[in-house]
């Protein structure tokens, strides 16, 4: 039972998958329309929309296509947009703290001696404290 239900599941996920292809095939021909100006695009469209409506298992390899290339262009992504904010922002803020004097971490302080860089805090917490944490 569990793997009819599961079978069901994909296969109505797959169909979903495949329907909205469609459409992506269909919001990309209508682009290529607006863009070159040639009938056949917008004819192909509307052919790719009703076929989409009837029988959206037709784009199931295209679904698949689909699908993989935005698994990958995601993973790619990330990492590119995560790299490009760290040396837009993050990297300038150290240099413009080094060139500050700024060392909040007492790195210059760091295994100079025998003592350690850790600063003691010995405070006793209120209740006040925890209206107001910041």
């Known amino acids: 039972m569990d793997n009819k239900i599961k079978s069901l599941s994909k296969t109505a996920e797959n169909r979903r998958q495949a329907s909205d292809s469609g459409m992506a095939l269909v919001l990309i021909l209508l682009i290529c329309y607006v863009i070159f100006a040639i009938k056949p695009f917008f004819i192909a469209a509307i052919a790719v929309l009703v076929l989409d409506m009837t029988a ?23 990492k590119l947009l995560l790299g490009i904010v760290f040396f ?23 295994k100079k001696g025998t003592a350690s860089v850790f600063g003691t ?7 006040e404290d925890l209206d107001k944490p910041f």
Do not use: N
Not at 56 to 78: E, H, Q
Not at 91 to 108: E, I, V
Not at 121 to 127: K, V
């Open 88 to 110: 837009v922002v993050v990297t300038p803020t150290g240099l413009f703290r080094r060139l500050l004097g700024k060392d909040s971490l007492r790195l210059k302080q760091f």
């Open 121 to 127: 805090r010995d405070h006793e917490y209120t209740a």
């Open 56 to 78: 959206p298992i037709v784009f199931l390899p295209f679904a698949k296509l689909w699908f993989g290339f935005s698994r990958i262009l995601g993973s790619v992504m990330s």
